[in-house]
């Protein structure tokens, strides 16, 4: 079974350097322009630019999240689908070294699969 579950909002369907947008459109399941406003919002008042992982963290601690970095037991054998199928219930994002997805209920959600791609660390939120 893939992990994978495609995922783009963008309203234009783009395929754009958006990763952050959408996994915090998945995450807080808002679209697209919503997700883009909070981010943008959120980097005008901190002084910051764009989606950056302080600007969109933020956003995601606004709304309830917490960040924990993965072990470093494995760094380049643990994947976004490892993490996925270890958590199977839950909304959560991930932070790869260059990207950002949403895992929600055990599956990823982006627009590419990404799945192979080794997560750093994540947001979640407890229910």
């Given at each position: 079974m893939s992990r994978w579950q495609y995922y783009n909002p963008n309203p234009y369907g783009k395929y754009t350097?958006?990763?952050a947008v959408r996994a915090v459109s998945a995450a807080l399941d808002v679209d697209w322009r919503e997700a883009y406003a909070l981010i943008h919002a959120h980097g005008y008042g901190e002084g910051d630019m764009g989606p950056t992982n302080e600007t969109w963290g933020g956003v995601l601690r606004r709304y309830g999240f917490r960040r924990a970095i993965i072990p470093n037991s494995c760094p380049?054998?643990?994947t976004a689908e490892d993490f996925a199928v270890d958590n199977p219930v839950g909304t959560y994002v991930l932070g790869f070294e260059n990207h950002t997805a949403a895992v929600i209920d055990g599956r990823v959600y982006d627009s590419f699969d990404s799945t192979q791609?080794?997560?750093?660390?994540?947001?979640?939120?407890e229910e």
């Open positions: 350097i958006d990763c380049i054998c643990y791609l080794c997560p750093q660390y994540y947001w979640y939120r």
